[in-house]
């Protein structure tokens, strides 16, 4: 399988977890990538899925599933003047800030962008990255305010920040899991698209 870092990193160790307890003897290879890298493993068959939010929808030979819905959130150092604001910011306090984000390629930057730029602003965007634990490490550093997406927060581990809920700022967000057209997914992948599926209803019940 072949994902992005957000998804290879917070979504398919659970997923894995679950699908290795009913399929005990499975062995997995996992590809990174960016969204289009990830689209080229499935669509040149190094990879039977992808999983990504952008860009799996456009090759015609990909057969792309919706899987779950997710939105962005904001991280700040404690010390950060919009931590103790206590509510969301509105886009126009957000737009003073210098903001540390995805690349454009990646977790829904566009709709980023495109929610600042609506509101008649432009999105000052300091620094950039593919990976959400580099957009958090240099938050900590006070380079910025974060924004990533909501589940590549980890509450135990990323305790030196602060979490912003940012719903209503920037629009909803679908990951999506591809396969070859024509290709037939045996019992077992199709379990493991089921349980792709199923990811944030485990997490609300876990």
């Keep these: 399988m072949a994902a992005t870092h957000t998804q290879a990193r917070y979504v398919l160790p659970a997923v894995l977890a679950r699908f290795r307890g009913e399929f005990p003897n499975m062995k997995f290879h996992l590809l990174q990538g960016n969204p289009e890298l990830v689209a080229d493993y499935v669509v040149h068959g190094d990879a039977t899925f992808g999983l990504a939010t952008e860009t799996l929808d456009a090759p015609p030979s990909l057969d792309t599933r919706p899987t779950y819905a997710w939105r962005h959130c904001l991280i700040v150092p404690p010390s ?7 509510r969301t910011p509105t886009l126009s306090e957000l737009a003073r800030e210098r903001l540390i984000t995805y690349t454009a390629q990646v977790a829904g930057r566009r709709g980023i962008d495109a929610a600042v730029e609506a509101a008649g602003m432009t999105p ?4 950039e990255a593919i990976d959400s634990d580099v957009i958090k490490a240099r938050v900590e550093l006070g380079f910025g305010v974060g924004v990533i997406a909501d589940g590549a927060r980890d509450a135990e581990r990323d305790r030196g920040l ?3 809920d940012a719903n209503g700022l920037f629009p909803e967000k679908t990951a999506r899991i591809a ?3 024509g290709m037939p997914l045996l019992p077992f992948e199709r ?5 792709v599926r199923e990811f944030r209803q485990g997490q609300a019940e876990g």
């Design 162 to 164: 602060v979490r912003i």
């Design 124 to 127: 000052d965007v300091m620094r």
């Design 80 to 86: 950060h003047p919009l931590a103790a604001l206590g």
């Design 191 to 195: 379990r493991f698209v089921q349980m």
């Design 179 to 181: 396969s070859r057209i």
